[in-house]
């Protein structure tokens, strides 16, 4: 008789920010770290398509100093962006998965930064 069930829409808890959502109660936690899987690896894929367009570029004209060099440092890049990836996928399979460090965000925007110049280097 007295309160409204929990996730009924009435009540103090509808009455608000106008955000739809109650708390944690009304989101599947399952779904966002799923995604988030989903757009690391699908991220990883297209690092690797990259990566693999490199080493055709560099393989293809005459080898020079430079390209080899670009091309070394490509390959470095793409296996450091694999294990923050890789680290990054483990630990969404947790129940309550933690929020991406600083640490983590910052290295895979600078390995994405330097792989641009490496491409950069390869093409000139």
């Known amino acids: 008789m007295g309160g409204a069930a929990p996730g009924s829409g009435s009540g103090r808890e509808s009455s608000g920010s106008g955000s739809g959502a109650s708390g944690g109660e009304a989101r599947?936690?399952?779904?966002?770290?799923?995604?988030?899987?989903?757009?690391?690896r699908r991220t990883t894929l297209s690092w690797t398509v990259v990566a693999v367009l490199g080493v055709k570029l560099a393989l293809m004209d005459d080898a020079t100093a430079?390209?080899?060099?670009?091309?070394?440092?490509?390959?470095?890049?793409?296996?450091g962006f694999l294990a923050v990836t890789h680290r990054?996928?483990?630990?969404?399979?947790?129940?309550?998965?933690?929020?991406?460090?600083?640490?983590?965000?910052?290295?895979a925007a600078g390995?994405?930064?330097?792989?641009?110049?490496?491409?950069?280097?390869?093409?000139?």
Request: contains cysteine.
């Open 88 to 107: 990054r996928i483990r630990s969404l399979d947790t129940a309550r998965p933690q929020v991406l460090s600083t640490r983590g965000a910052l290295l």
């Open 28 to 40: 599947d936690p399952g779904l966002q770290p799923e995604r988030t899987r989903l757009a690391w």
């Open 111 to 124: 390995c994405t930064v330097a792989l641009a110049v490496c491409g950069a280097v390869l093409i000139w």
């Open 66 to 79: 430079a390209g080899v060099t670009g091309l070394a440092l490509a390959a470095l890049l793409w296996i």
